[in-house]
């Protein structure tokens, strides 16, 4: 699933990148990521969003979910981080 991943790398820069999910459930998520995150920091995610209707307007993204970055791995250039969503999804 597509996803904005909103933090700051560990240079302190602030980003958004559109990347993916691997894997997704109510209490977390696996997304890759070209940046580096520090353990613990605080991250967070949207959802783009299709259109809601013929009107042609388009909803920018869900609201944002919260997120703690428990874990990271490489697998080539891109970084593969565990999260824990503060609040779980309903």
Request: charged share 15%.
């Amino acid at each position: 699933m597509p996803v904005f991943l909103r933090a700051a790398d560990t240079s302190g820069t602030e980003f958004i990148e559109l990347t993916k999910t691997l894997n997704i459930s109510a209490t977390g998520a696996c997304v890759a990521s070209t940046h580096i995150l520090r353990p613990t920091q605080i991250v967070h995610l949207t959802i783009p969003a299709p259109s809601s209707g013929p009107s042609g307007v388009v909803p920018s993204e869900t609201p944002p979910i919260t997120a703690k970055v428990l874990r990271q791995d490489s697998a080539g250039e891109m970084r593969l981080f565990g999260l824990e969503f503060l609040k779980p999804l309903e």
